[in-house]
């Protein structure tokens, strides 16, 4: 755990410039304040100081009207009680109330103060990372330069050695088998899995979730319709087959327009059956008249709330099914980004003075109606807006049948680039990043199938976002391995539809060479770069930003390789040509010039390395402040420097000064203090002050069993750093170390 703690090296990343700007107009002041609320929301949504008792992390949905207990589901969900190691999958086809029935049983034991209750969607492996995450945030484990699958490793074993009392609801699994390396296999949590599919016999319990019997649904008809007669009700339940979720947009229907089971049964049998609507998947066919009930029930709402209510249902179909907060939503509404003829005519209203209220009252109206309507939920506070998987693929499809999904689509990446300009740096506002490439990811799939000519300008404008997305995990650190599996078809797109010079496919390159050398594939990522740096030099130019950044990530590539003698000659070149162009104090250049000191010092030229670290933290100093991360990591890397040089008077005083800057603005247990803690003991070794050494490195091996694991490499090597300090000092190797 010696050596380099962070020395700033730069992977210049180029970031590509984000989607078209015309939609975002008009209303500039506002929509960024929304947009703001937004990343500020998601930035404070883990408190720093976490409060004493009982967690809850996640967005856990609440019941729907007239929502049906369904009491033998939950009793086979809580029939071990706590104190009980059980995973449990609730199973069965879209629309059968599986998420509610689940929620239903997280907010019981929220009610009943179980110590944690975590609610992650798992539609895909990366949502269930971020949602570990979170978890994991609340509970206040991990680091937050640890990778998300460490992150839910340390969730998992926290299950497992303290879960009593603890539920994690995975909500919406697509592959039961990927999420199986992150539940407890033993101790005493409860798990519950939501999923269509069976997924492997051994991984929990099945609880299979029917339709309702016509009971059920004769019960729910009456009390979502308070109608005293239920004569035509039985066969209104038979023609949508009991399906709770196609029940509900009956029964929103019915009441709002006052109709008997009769005149909606007749309603409901002349909309025509659409074949391209609700294709059976996974061999779950679904009654033909549910795609009509909902968009009976769309129907019925878009005429209410000057057509507001069917934005944002067709916005939110297009995001994250992780869910969409409402200040995002505001920024989208009738003075945000997203255009057409509904926010025309709403802003027709507002100025002519006919509709009251502010905007988000106006949208908090609709999504009341949308909410009661069961056509969206609400998250248990109300901040997030989360779409029904199955209504929100026949919104999607409805727009692709009618042609304004294109428009629609656009308009939803103009948001989205809005978004990226006002998020700062990514690693200081981790969850809101997520959130967006979750929010960017969403949109690419959802389009994707219909984007059928690559050269729509939509298609371009998701490229931008998407190359954002892949800049953006690779600024983030937190898994290499998804930022490759994102940026492979990425690149690949990008030269089909923009041809493989334009500045976006040399971004999308560069970025996944970066992603590659992030997972150790060096050599993917080597050539990758080279061919990369070879027509960026040809199209951009020697100095330009993009070739600059390209040319030192090569030269980093070639350092990881131990290839020195090509990596020092780009450095060089690359701090020589950021010096001229870009200024001696540019964030680049200081970067450029922190490279090529630690590729000196890598290659044994300390004479060389030392004076140019001398003059990087001098300059971190001035422009970023004494305990600044950038420069505590300078001053630390100028201090090895020292050491290596056996300047050991002044390495001491450096280490020792950055250890108590990072004991006070990391904490005692980050990676980064740690790692100060070991190399300062180290100097004292050196310095034959071996009882100063010792006691360092006892206190870090200690802090690093509890928090990173014993088989973690910084474990291991602080481990055999104090068995060597041992042996040193005569001790019987491990003697001291328990």
Known sequence: MGGNTGAGESKALIEVPNGSDTRFTGHAAQENQYIQEYIDALSVRVPAVLAAGQVVAGEVPQPPPAFQPREVLLDSLGADGPGVSVVRVLTGMLGVGKTHVAAAYARSCIDASWRLVGWVNAANTTKALNGLAVVAARLGIGEPDASLEDIAALVRDRLEADGERCLVVFDNVTDLDGLRRFLPAAGKAQVVITSTGTGPANIGKPVPVDVFSEEEALAFLAQRTSRASADGASEVARELGCLPLALAQAATVIAAQQLDYRTYLNRLRSVPVQEHLLQAEDEQPYPPRVAGAVMLALDCTAGNMTGLSTLLIDVVSLLSTEGVPRPLLYAAGPVGAVSGPVTRRWRSRRRQGEAGGSAPEQLDMALDRLAGASLVTLSGAGSTVLGPPLIMRLARERRAHDGSLAVLGASTCGLLSAVTRLLDQPRHNRLAARDIIQQVMALSEHLAPY????????????????????????????????????????????????????????????????????????????????????????????????????????????????????????????????????????????????NLASAYRDAGRLGQAIPLYERILADREQTLGDTHPGTMANRNNLALAYRAAGRLDQAIPLLERTLADREQTLGDTHPGTMANRNNLALAYRAAGRLDQAISLLERTFADCERVLGDAHPGTVATRNNLVSAYQAAGHASGGRSG
């Open 451 to 594: 984007l059928h000519a690559d050269d729509t300008e939509v298609a371009r404008e998701l490229l931008s976002l998407r190359g954002w997305a892949l800049w953006c995990m690779n600024e983030l650190g937190e898994s290499a391995a998804q930022a490759v599996r994102y940026g492979e078809p990425l690149t690949e797109d990008c030269e089909r539809v923009l041809g493989d010079t334009h500045s976006g496919t040399l971004a999308a390159r560069n970025n996944l060479a970066s992603a590659y050398r992030d997972a150790g594939r060096l050599d993917e990522a080597i050539p990758l770069y080279e061919r990369t740096l070879a027509d960026c030099e040809r199209v951009l130019g020697d100095t330009h930003p993009g070739t600059l950044a390209t040319r030192d990530n090569l030269a980093s590539a070639y350092r990881d390789a131990g290839r020195l003698d090509g990596a020092i000659p780009l450095y060089e070149r690359t701090l020589a040509d950021c010096e001229r162009v870009l200024g001696d104090t540019h964030p680049g250049a200081l970067a450029a010039r922190s």
